[in-house]
């Protein structure tokens, strides 16, 4: 246990530093991909089946994002929607059912709206 300890000691500089890159990279990255969704894509029901390649390295990405998420639901940053991110980048089984569950959330719904508004985006349509 005080190996763990002597490491958090000697690391504590870069151990803050990669979690604000992370902080702020997630929030880059997130901002930029809710701006580039079409604002009917939660009505929209497009699919294409994936190469083999793509569908690996997207659930690689997607995988990254997941987990990034999970710890932002306890460090600083936009745990939710980098989670909902996640599922949308990965080709999973019941992706879309996922998916629907987490926008279903009316805070959910208001964080992807105001991003877009802030951005002079209009708003997106949601599903009833």
């Known amino acids: 246990m005080t190996e763990i300890f002597n490491f958090i000691e000697k690391h504590w500089l870069a151990l803050n530093l990669l979690a604000l890159a992370l902080f702020v990279g997630s929030i880059v990255v997130s901002v930029f991909i809710i701006l580039k969704l079409p604002q009917n894509y939660w ?30 639901l306890f460090l600083p940053g936009q745990g939710i ?39 002079g985006k209009p708003c997106f349509t949601w599903p009833k």
């Open 43 to 72: 009505l929209t029901e497009n699919y294409r089946k994936p190469s083999l390649m793509e569908s690996l390295l997207r659930n690689i990405v997607a995988t990254v994002f997941f987990w990034a998420g999970v710890a932002m």
């Open 81 to 119: 929607i980098t989670i909902v991110i996640s599922f949308l980048i990965s080709h999973v089984p019941y992706k879309r059912r996922l998916i629907r569950y987490f926008i279903s959330k009316p805070k959910v719904q208001k964080g992807f709206d105001y991003i877009r508004t802030k951005f």
